[in-house]
């Protein structure tokens, strides 16, 4: 196989799907040498079978807004593979969310279900409903309406979705009532991140910034840095950014930056636990404004507008928030600022250049599949608990979590090891993530 044959024609087919084609270019780069030393995944024509989902479901979600007027949106969900496991991955409710972002998304999550070493194949879903403004009671009738159309395809053994940008607890709650209704079943196991009380799992709503942490350790442990008293820069203040922010915080590392899509908010001093509970008020909202942590605690938060995290001074960039939010003259300003190390939390936050400039310049970099991973990780913990009936303490689901943490950098470093001793981290979660949906696609034929 050649990457450059089959993203010729993946382009003529999707011109328009930029995102989705970037996330496969990354991926088939990285794998090419190892999968041209298997020519029974050529055979099999492995390769073109992966690039495209499954199946994707499109439908139309009608709800009243607070005026009483109409709105229309799209919903999907992008099944991409279930190679080694039911398909599984968030939901987004974003403005922006186009196929092309779900169909990215659902590729890069079947090959970091893969990495949490539990049994999960790739999904994504979402909508372009803008949660920007909207009251709870709104939040709520699209949730339904969303579930309306959506309930049919999900199932505990099928399919099970979860949060992702736009899509917290609240509202996961709201999707689960409708699904029960319709289904008449409780199914727990259906969707994870639900509340503690009905099915979710302990941590869940912490897993993807604390997993993000314990990678981050564990790379900075590998290359002889300690990092504790170390500055890092976040972007976002959602759920991700706020588990990351409590776990850096806990290690003894200093959060100087969070972010929104109005500017930066500077904490000198590093944020302290009531800003960071602060941040869920903020995420409440609905706002989407960063400035909010400024006005909340002005001597101790201060905003610019329209700049990003990466303006920042740090030792360590941990992207929190979306897509291609790290530019290649982002790099390079982290870097003239003192920066060695980006950790992508964030699912590709990076942009191709961002990343090659990190690898060129000698700042230790780590892809989002790899570094995000506790996420989904843990709703797969949330699923076992489900099917068992039962529920961890908050250790057994933090030992647990922290372990296949350790175990995704220890398969990053097997397979991204290079002749010189470096450690490719995109090369090595891509080939270690690869092989196992590979394997299980060859030994289960041609379907
Ligand atoms: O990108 C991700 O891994 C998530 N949004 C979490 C998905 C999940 O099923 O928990």
Redesign the pocket.
């Given at each position: 196989m050649r990457t450059q044959d089959i993203m010729a024609k993946l382009q003529a087919k999707y011109p328009l799907e930029k995102e989705y084609l970037q996330a496969v270019q990354e991926v088939l780069e990285s794998i090419e040498e190892v999968y041209n030393q298997h020519p029974e995944f050529e055979q099999a024509k492995i390769v073109e079978r992966m690039v495209e989902p499954d199946r994707i479901f499109t439908f139309r979600v009608t709800w009243v807004d607070d005026r009483g007027e109409v709105q229309t949106n799209l919903g999907y969900r992008v099944q991409f593979n279930s190679a080694i496991g039911p398909y599984?991955?968030?939901l987004r409710f974003h403005r922006a969310v186009t196929p092309s972002m779900l169909k990215f998304?659902g590729f890069e999550?079947t090959f970091?279900n893969a990495l949490t070493t539990l049994p999960m194949g790739g999904a994504k879903g979402g909508s372009d409903f803008d949660p920007k403004g909207k009251s709870d009671d709104e939040i709520m009738r699209f949730c339904q309406a969303f579930m309306l159309e959506l309930w049919n395809c999900i199932g505990p053994d099928q399919d099970?979705p979860?949060?992702?940008v736009g899509v917290g607890g609240r509202e996961i709650g709201y999707l689960y009532g409708m699904y029960k209704k319709l289904a008449r079943q409780y199914n727990t196991g259906v969707l994870?991140?639900k509340g503690g009380t009905w099915g979710g799992s302990i941590l869940r709503p912490e897993a993807t910034g604390f997993g993000a942490l314990y990678f981050t350790h564990h790379l900075l442990e590998k290359a002889g840095i300690d990092i504790k008293g170390k500055k890092v820069a976040l972007s976002g203040f959602g759920n991700v950014a706020w588990g990351a922010a409590i776990k850096a915080t806990e290690l003894g590392a200093k959060v100087v930056a969070i972010s929104g899509p109005d500017g930066v908010c500077h904490i000198p001093d590093g944020i302290t636990k009531d800003m960071i509970d602060y941040m869920l008020v903020m995420r409440a909202s609905n706002r989407d404004m960063v400035e909010d942590m400024a006005t909340a605690y002005p001597d101790k938060a201060f905003f610019t507008a329209g700049k990003k995290a990466w303006s920042i001074p740090c030792d360590i960039a941990l992207p929190c928030a979306f897509q291609n939010e790290l530019s290649e003259d982002d790099a390079k300003e982290l870097k003239a600022n003192g920066c060695f190390c980006c950790c992508e939390v964030s699912?590709m936050g990076c942009q191709p250049g961002a990343i090659q400039y990190f690898q060129h310049n000698g700042i230790l970099f780590a892809p989002g599949k790899a570094v995000?991973?506790g996420?989904?990780a843990t709703?797969g913990l949330e699923m076992t608990q489900n099917a068992e009936h039962i529920s961890w303490e908050a250790g057994e689901v933090d030992a647990k979590l922290h372990s296949i943490m350790k175990s995704i950098h220890e398969q990053c470093v097997k397979f991204g090891t290079q002749p010189d001793g470096s450690i490719d981290y995109v090369k090595g979660a891509n080939i270690a993530g690869f092989m196992k949906v590979a394997q299980a696609m060859l030994e289960q034929g041609t379907i």
């Open positions: 599984k991955g968030g998304l999550q970091k099970i979860a949060g992702d994870t991140g699912n995000n991973a996420g989904v709703s």
